[in-house]
């Protein structure tokens, strides 16, 4: 069983910083694409940040060039810095990893962690 731990939400000022973690158990964490999801209330949930399996990135236009996701196959672990915080990026972010095996996805998310920047 795959499990995902996020840490590192907090309250911030607008214009601070932030990394998330993101600790996930099992021994294939290198074969996971990872990424970072988020939700506002009232709002879906929408991916923030992803990485593939072999560290190629892509992010939402929103955070281009103030997020930065990397990941740590010897810790298992996917970090997303997060600087010059708006009060829009207020949310819940989520951890997520997938894998495609011989054609099935699987999924696997963690509890969430809150973010809230204040204006």
Known sequence: QV????S???LVQAG??????CAVSGSIFRMYAMGWYRQAPGKQRELVADISSGGSANYVDS??????????NAKKTVYLQMN?????DTAVYYCNAR????????NYWGQGTQVTVSS
């Open 99 to 106: 894998l495609v095996n011989e054609g099935v996805t699987y």
């Open 63 to 72: 955070v281009k060039g103030r997020f930065t996701i990397s990941r740590d």
């Open 16 to 21: 601070g910083s932030l990394r998330l973690s």
């Open 8 to 10: 590192g939400g907090a």
């Open 84 to 88: 010059s915080l708006e009060p829009e």
């Open 3 to 6: 499990q995902l731990v996020e």
